[in-house]
């Protein structure tokens, strides 16, 4: 069964910076295409970024020039660096993984939340 639990939400003010991690175990890290997704609240999820099992990433318009997804595959973890927050950055950030490219895959960490807020 695979676990995903991502750290490093919290407060911040705008112009700040976050970065989350998210540790993954019960499956082989490096099979996994990974991404990160966030949920406002009043709102439906949204991709945020992800990143393949080659490295190769996808950055939604919200965060392009602002946000970096990384893995490491030595850790199990993937990364999301996030600078230049902006009020419209809150939400409960969440980690993705997907086996192989298949939806049915797909298993999701609790979430962690960025505020961010003067």
């Known amino acids: 069964q695979v676990q995903l639990v991502e750290s490093g939400g919290g407060l911040v003010q705008p112009g700040g910076s976050l970065r989350l991690s998210c540790v993954a175990s019960?499956?082989?890290?490096?099979?996994?295409?990974m991404a990160w997704y966030r949920q406002a609240p009043g709102k439906e999820r949204e991709l945020v970024a992800s990143i393949t099992t080659g490295s190769t990433t996808y950055y939604a318009d919200s965060g392009k020039g602002r946000f970096t997804i990384s893995r490491d595959n030595a850790k199990n973890t993937v990364y999301l660096q996030m600078n230049n927050l902006k009020p419209e950055d809150t939400a409960v950030y969440y980690c993705n993984s997907r086996l192989w490219n298949a939806p049915e895959t797909d298993s999701w960490g609790k979430g962690t939340l960025v505020t961010v807020s003067s």
């Open positions: 019960g499956t082989v890290f490096n099979w996994n295409s």
